[in-house]
Structures are given as structure tokens and as C-alpha cells.
């Protein structure tokens, strides 16, 4: 039972789809079950592909890093599969492909490795949004991403002719052996760093996300936001704490363009009237958080912050795209009185966005703090002001946001929410609210992802 | 006014990477790369598992990977993993403009550019010498540069080749995808039994055989082979999808 | 000086996509990045005096001023990858063209 | 032997089963909380008292109390939860107008939980654990009522207080090493210590409503339902005086001593902005319409009188600080109990729709006078001893300008008062209110009159309660205030409320005595009055409630809502640099994002001296 | 505790006895000034006692029960008065907040009543006593802040024994408030006319414009009780007034001579003012004399500058 199956199951069943058209959703739902369950058996190692060993060959590294970061993957895949996949036949295989583009950017060692899966996963993820039936705002993606590989590839190169290898540790060990100043080293990571921006929807770069979010669908809106943001930022991570070395100046710049990026994100938010929007423009606060805590070293709870944000992601996504599919506009005035006749929803939509604001009884609120008592451990208060400014203005357009879909009198938009969509979202919320009562588990794990040390895999 | 600004952006970035380049002293100038420093220096000798034989031609007997074509070897044995990514970023993208363009039933675009006599009989004589060379190098393609990319570009250009020379010639659509899938799952198929079998996925199980002869360098002729197959299939699909329309 | 030429065709590329408004032009100068791209990729690897990588009749015995292999091996996935971006970009296009009836991304009505 | 972790699953469990009855029958889900509340009420009351609460931890996890001889925070705990368990006797009766009301018993339950939580723990994180938890679940009560908008004010500004407390929390953790409240207070230092001081302040200013921070105050106590109004002005702002104390009382003085006043320069900043709190509450009540509105901008005007009192630091201003707690909790709830009473009946509190409601709820009326005698600080009531201490304090240390805010402050709450007294109850009865009002019902009647006793009772017998606040003082470090069994001792003068209450009623029997001896008047209704000649048939014309102090509220007409346009503006530019932003980053065009990746590039490349 | 609760009494009746006398012997002098006898001293007591025979009108039990608290307030007030430093009901406990809030309660027993009477002019006439409490309380008050902060005791016994006799260890000890604090004496005297609701002060009463303002209502025993009522507070104001300022009195007969004066001087200077109208009293408090008040505590109490 190795990791390789995790990629390769996908892309077999993804090539034999094609013949028989009709099965291939079913075939979905089946392989990505069956990775959840393979998931459980998987032992922590280094797998070889092709038997030779680490800096020549490729290597999958399956530590508690990529493990944590693959079981969010894959179950936030499924859970959306399942929802999706009724009235989404068509693309069975591309979501077949992209399942193994995204397990495989989680498990890959190899930077080459990485870059082939970026493309996987972003070719995948262009086709998906072209189901929002807006082609520009896809062809504006496809532009970006492509631009944002080519840098990271550019970045990669460099590297290669400064060191010599491809492998991630190996990587490292050489660069700590050359003894190059981090000065020297800049630029290949300054690009990389760029590259993967671009897919982790960092601001300076993400004028993408508002044409795909802004107009996503059921489908779209909870893959992109969820499921993809959480596999690009989880990269984000694996890369800045196994392979970068950023020099202080390059981590003053970085952290400001973070810092703007976070308070600009939540002020889009604010002054944005669609749900969708805020919901978009927030998200793009969060990935600016969880960088800003990968920068700052603490891959612990970056992980969890990551993590709990897919899963609030795709069920918000979920309800709002669902309720502008009936209603036809995301428009707050719309979607005014959504939650008076379907209180089930509006519960868990709304436990879902105060674990997000991080308040008590719920998950968030534990990660949240964890994060805030590692930033002032190491004796910064310049981040963590910057995110509980972020966090008061978000709580303002939440609050704002919640009492608009609460409370109204007459006309209330008709929206039925169909069973399996309510049962997921119940779900979720309500391990949120567990996790927020009960969370020795998410103690555990943090600590234990927080001796991830660089080079030490297991 | 706003060319003009990115005009003198994009040429200051572009001295500035130049400079910094040329400022780095681990960045190896253009020429003088040495390649002992390099992780291919072992796969130009091919010790990675300590292999100790001399690499010499027509000698060498079942090296630790067989093909004489280093960069073959690279590709289809020391990196096959990134091949096989490589052909799902193909299949996917063939599967794409497949699901945009062509989404009913197609005919065949009436373009106003009709083939005249010249490129109707010269196609017919050409398209069964490229087929011959793509198949010819797909198949050497692990003692003589080119392989399973090159070759299947190839045989797709002599499938556009029809496509120019006839107005209404459609391949059938439905065996390509077949030739594709099945190409493909053998692919994945030879990689899954490596792991279960040999407890590596995608190693080279097949004895490796002399260095340079036809029948050598074990199972990255077959996977070329399937590979060049695929290719082949996938964009001629994208050709075929270019070229027609939806029937109205 | 492959090296610089590469650089240059880069930013001719980025430039392209950085000033074009029409959607094929802007396909194209993305290839043009790609291109610039995948030559400096090549020209990473070639060692002076190098011969091409292929065990063959004559140059037969390891390590002989071979160029670096790797480099090749890694374009030829960069190349394959360039493809399938350009080959969804073009059916982008073509839906655009559909939808908007031109590739001009100024006269686009309700693009936004 | 009551454990306080065993309260707090209570209180919540309490919550979540009002919840599930409320869906069966609205009247019994509210009915409950009222049992919940009052069993926690008493065993608070109880076993607080004889210092006997145990605080061993079994289930809940991260939570760790401590009570053993935590006096303050006894002393509040007891309060707040008195003033739930009064406030939830109006439940049932208000809770069938509401939109959700099995939410409604499940939050009030909720907040009561996170009260209990914050009162009686040492660790500043459990502290912040329930102080949020307490503003989330109030968050849902506001909505209930008659403003949406309400809900985003309160949580804007309560988010900003609980998010600066929570960094001072960990600016304090970083020199204590642990989430301990005392050495955490104890041990921060330098420039620090001034970080954690205007942090604490914002944080409590957030919470009472105090200058600076009040625009929620008036917003959120004017349009939530009843019952929820008298519970924020009674005991959510409580969180925000309990914060002052730790951050007025419990850290050391911050910045350079004034000698002249020998105060720090911190403190008396405070000082300053509790004088400008008093005044600005004085001065926008006076020209209130709504009642409930006005009540609470004198809650605001009373929590600045909070914070003057605490900056002072002497035995008499902050055991006059402490007491003031007290009675302005006391006094306000019954004053909103009151107003509510009158609204349930009349479904309105603005005092220029009502008139005359004396004659069908004369026990109401009894109860709203003897709660503003309190507030205005008339002697037989407890209001007078508190406000007594804290001149004694002010007079003592000096201070004229904010001796003239609180003089002002006190007859300004004499003329706020005696409005809604005047519009609200007296005057002429309005006929469509005539048939239809009758007084409220027992259970609302039942707290209305404890809390009125309760009154009466702090202003005739202070000392009971000011020998528990000294052993807070004693514990807060300060010098106790001298008291015997009846009389007190301030800086330069001695009282003794009960003779002043003998004395009154003394006086009351001999007027009593002159108009019992006089021959009869003969009893004429209220339509029958001089009116120099023009004679007038309807009561609107003759009932006097409309712009009541027109000569006042004509000098500062003008500059009102100088602060809410202020923060109105700050909404305004946030709204502004997020569209700047969507502008400049999002269009729909591909080749911004490359134009920003270029940018960004050269700058870093520029900036990162590679050349 | 009885015998000083009796004592409280009789100072009570001893100062409504006082005032009626002086207030009846200032409307002969008004008289004399106005170029005409005016009546018998002893009018006043006449008018009340011819009130409180008459049969009146009431208008519910809020009405009455107003008057009553009003007067019973005033009485209970008067009762913590000291007349000499020996003649008190309560030594020790006379403090100066209790004088200025238990006649609060005087005046809301009125006030009540007043609206409770459903006359809208009885309204605006307690709105505008309010008011004009509002605006000469202030400078008072800070007046009274001074003096409090110089004496070190807050009861009028004590501030008026510090004001007699000059003792070694305090330094402003022995002279009069009145000479010591020139500016606050001017001041306490305009907010003293404020309080007696004299001439350029009467918005309240304004007899021209709101019929007697909260009087309006009243006849019989009740407007009798309430001309009590209003004997016994003026003395308590002018009394409060000769123990801040004129240094209270060793004997009775000092003590009735500054009384008399204080008074006479009131009613002299408000015979000849109009009336301001209700805008200019509350502005007018709040210029000058704040002003000077706050000026005067500044330098008596940080620098101390004191004749």
C-alpha cells in the first residue's frame, strides 16, 4: 500500500474513462472513496519511484506534513465530488486528473516533479472554471497560471545550474553545504516564491480570483477556493520550509506585500456588495495569513489554519453558489431573508463563519490563538496587530452579512436546498463546533507538525 | 503610452536577472558547466545504485538502465514519473478542447481555402513516408535522439496532412480515443505491476540487454512505444476538434 | 550568450503579453515566453566542446564531454507542457470568439 | 459545595435544552431560563459568599477556575448573575414577539455561561475564552429587537476591545511566561506596561461604552428587545468595569507623576475621558426622546463616572467606584425593567407618544421613581452614598475639571431623569391608552419591586455591602474605607445614610401630619385645569413631553453626531481604499496580474541589491 | 437619638419662623424703596395661615402625595442645619451634599406634583427650574469645591469654626470665605439669588409668562404647605450661604444679623433686575461666572494665593 497508488489510480481510471463515457462520474466517486480509505493505511516513508534512490530518481515523501495535508485534500475532494457530480457528468476524468495532480503536488520531493503537477492540477483547474461559461475570466486564469509555472520553472532552472540537483532535501543540504549567502539565492526563490503566488492567490497577483470566484458555481466556487487553495498554500509551505532560505530584506518585502495583501483583502471584502465577493475577498485575506505564518516559521499550526479554512471554504461556497443558482443574483439584497425558511443551513452557515472569525466553542477560535501565542513567542506584534485588525473588520461585514440573511419579513427568495448538500454542510459545521469544544486532537497534531524539521522527514 | 511603460519595465527586468546572473558565482557562465557537480553526471555512467560496469557501447551488458540515448534514458527510466505526468498534461488538455470545442455532433469546418490538385496527390505520396520516419523514431527512440514525443507529433502531422488534403475527411474519432485510453492504461499498467511485482513503481523489471542493441534497454522501448501511440492519438483529436464545427 | 538571447525572448514574450490586446497575439507571445524559456534551459546545460548525449559507435566510452543530459530531458517535458497550455488557450479563444464575437479584449461587451 | 465548572455546563446545557423545549412552547423554553438563572444565582450567591466555591476541574478541557479568595471576582459574579436572574423573569413575556425565540432562551443562556466563566478565573486565556464567548452570543440577542444594524456596531467595536485585550493578554505573557492575571499585571514593565495600560483601557472603554467608544451603546440599548437591553446595561457592561479595575487598580500606575495632583499621567488621561464620557452621556440624554435610548446614555454617563472614580485610587473613590457599580446596575435594570413594563403594554417607548401611564401602572411608576431617585443620587437611595464617596475622592484630590463633569454630571442626571418621568408617567392620560392598559402582570412586577427594595436598602444600610467591597479593596491592594455598623467615613466628612433616611421620613410624617389636620380638597380629574382663558378639549394639547428641554438642546443642536460621523467616516474609507484596491488589482483584463508579477519583480530585485 | 431628632424640629420651625418674620419686615423695606409702607410685618404668616384654612382642588394622589414629599424633604433638610457652632441637631453629621441633594428631594416632590397636576404649564415650569439648577449649581459647586479642599472638612460646623477662630498649623484659618475668596463670594452670591429664584433668576416662578410656573395648579393647603415649603428652603440657602461665606455665628444674635443682611442685600439687588429669559440664564451661568469660579479655584488651591 505506497503513496504512488494515491497518483496513479486516479490517472489509470482517468485513462480508462474516456471509453466508457457514461460510468466515468461513478468511477469518480468510487477512486476518490477509495483513496480516503487508502489514506488510512498509508506508513510514513520515502518512496522511490523507478528504484532509484533520492537525488537521482524522483521521490514521494509521505511525512506528517504531506499526510495531514493530503487526507485535507482528499476528503474536501470527495466531499465536493459528491455533491457535484450529479449534474457535472462531463467532467468525471478531468476531475479524475486533477484528484492526482493534487495528490501528487502534496507528495512529491522533486522540484521538476512539482512543476509537471502544477501544470496537471492548473490545466485541470482551467477546464473545471470553464464551466462558469465566462471564457475570459478563464482564459485570464489560464494566462496567469501559465505565467506563474513559467517563473517558478525559470526559478527552478537557475537553481539547477547554481546546485546541480532537482531533489527538495537534496536540494537543501547543498545549498546549506555551498554556504551561499541568502543574498545570492534570492532570486531563483524570488521567482519561485512569485510562481506559486500566483496559484496561492497572494494579492499582487490574484486579479484571476475575482473573475473565477466572482462568477463561480457549484462546482467551481467550492474546487477553487477550497479544495485548490488549501493544495497550493500546503506547496507554499512544503516549499518555504524545506527549500527556501529568504534573506531578512526579502522578509521585510515579502511581509509587507502579506500585510497589504491581508488588511486590502478584508477592506475588498468590506466594500464589496455580492456574497460571493466578500466571501472571495476574504479567502484571499486567509491565504495572505497562512503565508504570513509559513514566513514567519511556524508550520504547525499553518497547517491546522489551512486546513479548517478549505473546509469553512467549500461550505460556504456551497450554500451561497447553490442559493445564487435559484435566486440568479448573489446580490446581498437578494439573498436577503436565504436562511428564515432553511434554518439548518443558516445554522451551519453561520457556525461555519464565526469559526472562521476564530470565536470561542468553535475550531477556529483554538487555532487562532495558537497562532497569535507563537507570533508573540518569537516577539513580533507588528503581525499579530495586522491580523486581529483584519479579523475585527471581517467580524463587522460577517455580522453585517448574517443579520441581512437572517432577517426579513415578506418575500423571502425561494431556495430549496437538496438533501446531500444539507447533510455535508451539517456535517462539517458541526466538527467544527466538536473541534472547537474538544481539541486535544488539533494540540497533538500541531505539535507534532511543529518538530517538522527541516530535512527530518518522519 | 502604457507600451511605452512596459516596455522600459520589462527591459529593466530583464538586465537586472541578466546582472544578477552574471554577479552570482555559484550561476555557472554559459559553457563552462562541469558536469561531476551535476546529479547527471551518474546517469551518464550509470551508477546510481552503485552500478560499476563501464559504460561502452555494444559492450555493456544489463546495465542498471538500458537505453544508449542518455536523455531517453532520463526520461522514460531515471524520471519516468515526470513522462507519465507529461502524458496526463496532454490528456488532459486534448480532453479540454475536446469538452469545449466539441460538445455534439461535428462536421467537418468549410473553410473557404479549398485544396487544389498539387496538395491533394502530393499528400497522398508524403503521408505514408512521415508515418514511416514518426514510427521509425519512436520506435529507436531509445538508441537515436527523438522517442515517443517526437515520433507521435509526427504521426499526427501525417493525419493533419489528410486533414488538408480533403475537404471532408474526418478520422474516426471514436478509435483514436480507444488507441489513446488503451496506450495510456498499458502505460500505467507496466508502471503498477513494476510495484507490485517489484516493489518499485515504474522500475525496469525487463533485463536491460546490451547497450545500443535494437532489443535492449528493457521495458522504455515498449513505454515509448505506447507513449508515441498516445501522443499520436491525442493531438490528432485536438486537430480533428480544431477543425470542425458543430452540426447546427 | 544562448543564455541572454533566451532572456531576451523571455521579456520580448512578457512584453507581448504585458501590451497585446488581442487574445491570439497574447496566445502567441505566451509561446514566445515558453520558447525563450526552453532555450535557457537548454543553454544551462551545454559544457564546451560537448557532443550530444548518445552512447553511439564512436563516442562510446562514459564520460567523454558528454553535454548534460538533464536539461534536454526536462525541456522536452517543458515543450509538451508549452502544447497543452497553447492547445487550451486556442480553444479558449475560440469559445471567446464565439461568445464575444471578436478578439479584442477592449471592445468586449459585458465582459466584465 | 457548588463547583463553578459544574455551573458553567449548567448554564450551558440549561442553554441548549431551552433550546429544544423552546421549539415545543416559546413561554416554557423562557420560562426555563429563568429557573437556570436563578438556581445559578443562588448558588453563586450562596456558596460565594462563605467563600466555598470550588474551582477543581473534571470535564471541560483548557478551562481552570479559581475562587478561592477571589473577592472581585465574587463580587461581580454575583451582581451579574443577580441581574440575569432578575432581567429573566421578563422572558416569558416578551419572547413570543420575537422572529427566533428558542435561540433567544438558548443565548441568554449562553451569555450567562461566559459571565460566570470570565468572573471567577485567574487565566487571562479562559478569561478571553468567555469574554468572546459572551460577546457572540449577546451578538445574536440585538437582532431580535427593532435594528439589524445594531448587530454590526456592537460587534465592531466589541471585537476592537476583545482583540486589544486579547494582544495586552499576550504582551503580558511574553514577561510572565504564563496566562496568570496577577503576575501577568504584576510583571509587566516599561514600555510594555504603557502597550498592556491603553490596550486594557481600550478594551473597557469598548465594553462600558465609555467616550471615545460609545456609538454602540445608544444604537444597541435602543433597539434590542427589553429584556436584552436591561441585561447589557446591567451586566454586560459589568465585563467592561471589571477590565477597568485589572487595568486601572490591578496595573501599576503608567507615565510620569503630575505632582500637583499626584496622579500619573496615564490615570488622569483616563480621568479626563471619564469626565468627557459623563458629560457627553449628560448632554445627549437630556435631548432623548426615546426612553430607553436615554436610559442608556445614562448608563454611559455612569460608567464614565466608574472610571473617574477607579483612576483615582484612593480607599474612598474606589470603594465609590465599586458601590456605584452596584447601584447603577441595580437602579438602570429596574429603570429599563420599568420602560419595558410600559412598552410591553404600550408597544412603544417614545415619550412623546405616551402620557399618564401613573393611572394604570401606579406600581411601575413606584418602582421607575425610587430607581432614578438612585441614579440621580438623592439621598434615601444608594445612589447618594456612591456618588457621595466618589466626590469625597474628587473633592480631596483636587481635580477641578473633573470635579465640574461630575457636578454637572450628577444634576444633569437629575434633569434626564425626570424626563421620561414627567412624559413617560405623569402628565395627562392619553385616551387610546386609557382603556386598553392595565398594570403588568405579577412575575414582571416580582423583580421590579426586589431590585426597588434592593434600592432602597443599599442607600439606608450601605455599610453591609461596603464591608464586603473592602475586603476587595484588600485585596486590590488599596486602603480600606473606614466604616462602622451605620455611619461612613469619606476624606473630609462623615455620613450616615440611615439618619438622613430617619430624618426623611420624620419630615414626610409631620407634612403628612399638616395635610391630614387641613379640611379635604375636593377631587377634580386632570382635564380640569387653569388654562388662562383658552379653554382646550383634547390631552395631546395639553400633555407637555415633546422637546422637553428645548432651551438646552437649542445650544448644542448643531454639533450632535460630531462621532458618529467619525466613525461613520472611518467605514467610509475603508469602503473607499477597498474599492481603490478592487480598481487598481481586479479587472478582467489577463495582463494586469503579469504587470503586477513584473513590478513586483523588478522592485524586489532593485530593493534586494543583487546588481 | 430622640432628643436631637426634637431638636431638628424646632430648628426647623425656628428657621420657617425666622424667615417668614425677616421675609415679611423686607417687603416693608421694598415698600420704603418703592416709595410706599408696604404691609405688616407680620403678612406672611397671615397669608399662609388664610391658605391653609381654605378648602382646594386636587388632582389625584400623585398631586398630593408630591406636597407632601416636598415639604417633609425641606423640613428634613432643615433639620441638619446648624444655627451656632454649639446649636445643631446633628453635630458631625451636617454634611454640605446632603443639604445640596435632600433639597433635590424638595424639588422633585414639587416637581412631580407639578406635572402629576396635568397642567403643561406646571410642566414647563419645573422644566425650567431645572434648567436654572443646572446652570447656577455648577459655579457653586466649584465654589464650595475650594472651600472644602482649603478647610479639609466637608461639614458646615466645621467650615464655619475654621472660618472664626485663627488656628497656628492652617494657614487661610480665622478670616472670612468672604474676604479670603472675593471672586468665589461674588460668585456663590449670584448662584444664591440663582437658588432663591430672586428677580433676574425667576424664569421658574414667571409669573408673567407660565402663571406661577409649577404653582399654577395649587390653591388651599397645599399651596400653603408649598409657601412653607419655600420659607424654610430660602432659609436653608441663605443659612448654607452665612456658614460658607460670613463665617457662621459664635451666638444667636450674629447669626441673625447676617442672615438679615445676606437676605435684605438679595432682595435688594433683585428688586431692581427684569427677568431673563430662560435661554440667557442657563448661557449666562456658564460664561462669567464659571469661568471666574474655576479661576478662583485654580489659584486659590494650586497656588494659593489667598487674602
Redesign the interface.
Known sequence: MSAVLLIAIPILAAFISIIVKKWSPYMLLFVSFGLVILLGYLPFEIITIGGFSAPYGISLVVDNYSYTALYVVNVLFFLVAIINVCNYKKLGTILLVSLAGLNGLMLTGDLFNLFVFLEISGISAYIITTTNKKPLATFNYLVAGTVGSILYLLGLIILYNMFGTLNMQDMAVRIAASGATDIEVALPFLLMFIGIGVEAKLLPFNSWVKGILGHSNKLTGPMIAGVYAAASLFVFGRLLTEVFVISDTFMLIISVILAFSILAGEAMAYSSTKVREILLFSSIAQAGIAVLIFVSGFTGYAVLFISLNGFSKVVLFLIINHATEVVGSDEVIDLKGLFVNNKLVGASFTATVLSLLGLPLFAGFFVKMGILSQLFSSGDYVFPAIILLSSVVEGVYFVKLLTKLWYKEDNLPQVKFELPLVYLVVVISLLLVVFGLYFEPLHEQALVLVNHVKGVIL | MKNFLSLVLVLALGGMIILSLQNNQYFTAYGEVDITKRVSESYIDRDVNGGTQAVEFGVANNLESGPANIVTAIVADYRSFDTLGEVTVLFVSSLGVALLLASGKQKRLDLHFHPNFMLRVGSRALFGIILMTGIFVIVHGHLTPGGGFPGGTMIASSILLLYLADDNFRTKVKSFKTLESIAGSLYVIIGLVGLFAFDYFLVNFLDNGILGELFSAGIVPIVYALIGLKVGSEISGIIDNFLTEEVA | MLLYAAIILMMLGLYGILTQRNIIKIIISLNILEIGLNIFIISIGFVNGGVAPIFTGQNNLGSIGFVDPLPQALVLTAIVIGVGTTALGLALAKKIYAKYGTFEIDDMKGAE | MASLEFLVIIALLGGVLAYLVGKLSKVVGASLTVLVSGFIFVSVAYFGLNGSLDASITYL??VSFEATDLYLGTSFGILVTFIFFMVSFFNPYFVDKF??PSLYSMFYLFSLAGVLGVFFTDDF?VLF??F??V??TS?FLI?LGKS??A??WY??FS??GS??L??AI??M??TAGSFNINDGLSMVGGSDQILVFILLMVAAFAKLGAFPLHIWLPKVLGNSPDPVTSVFSGGLEKLGAFVAVMGLVKLAPVGPVIE?IDMALGQYLIAILGALTIVFGTLMAIRQDDAKKLIAYSSMSNGGYILVALTLLNDTSVSGALYHVLIHALASTAAFLAIGAVNRQTGTTKMSELG?M??KMPVT?IVY?IAI?SM?????MGG?VSK?LI??SV??E?M?LI??AT??GS??S??YV?RP??ALF???ELPEFRKVIKEAPFFMLLPMIILSGLNIFTGVHPSVILQYINNVLAELGVTELGITTW?LS?N?????PA??A???????????I??IV???????????????GNFVYTEE????SVD??A??E??YEKHINIMKDFYKGIAKK??????F??YF??????????????????????????? | MIISILMGISVAFFGFVLQTSIAGVNRKIIGRVQKRYGPKWYQEFLDIFKLLSKRSVTHGWIFDFGVIMALGGIIATAMFMPITNDLMAFPGFDNFFIFVYLIAVGMLGMAMSASGSGNPLASIGVMRALTTMLAYEIPFMIIVLTIIKLTGHSSLSEIAMFQQTAVAGLEFSGTWFMIALPVGFAVAFLSLMGMLGKKPFETYIAPAEIASGPMVEYGGKQLGMLFIMHEITVFIEVSLFVHLFLGGAENIWIFLIKYFLVYTSVNLISNVNGRFKIDQVVVFFYKWPLLFAVMQAFVAIYLGWVI
Request: aromatic residues 22%; proline residues 4%; without cysteine.
Open positions: 478541557p483548557f422572529k427566533y486565556l475564552f468567555f468572546e464567548l460577546v457572540w451578538l437582532p439589524k444594524k448587530a454590526s460587534y465592531g471585537a476592537f482583540f486589544s486579547l494582544f499576550f504582551v505573557r511574553n500637583a399618564g401613573i393611572h411608576y421613581l431617585i440621580a443620587g438623592i439621598p434615601p447618594f457621595w466626590f469625597q473633592i480631596n483636587g477641578i470635579a465640574i457636578f454637572f444634576i444633569g437629575f434633569l425626570f418621568l414627567a405623569l402628565g395627562q455611619t469619606g473630609n466628612g462623615d455620613l450616615y439618619l438622613i430617619v430624618v426623611f421620613g420624620v419630615g414626610v410624617v409631620i407634612a403628612f399638616i395635610f387641613l379640611k379635604k380638597s375636593r377631587k377634580v380629574d386632570l382635564m380640569d385645569t387653569y388654562t388662562a394639547l395639553l400633555h407637555y422637553f428641554y432651551p438646552i437649542r445650544l475603508v469602503q473607499e481604499f477597498g474599492s484596491v478592487k488589482f481586479f479587472t478582467n483584463k489577463p495582463e494586469i496580474t503579469v504587470l503586477w508579477v513584473v513590478i513586483v519583480l523588478g522592485i524586489l530585485l532593485l530593493w534586494g541589491d543583487l546588481l
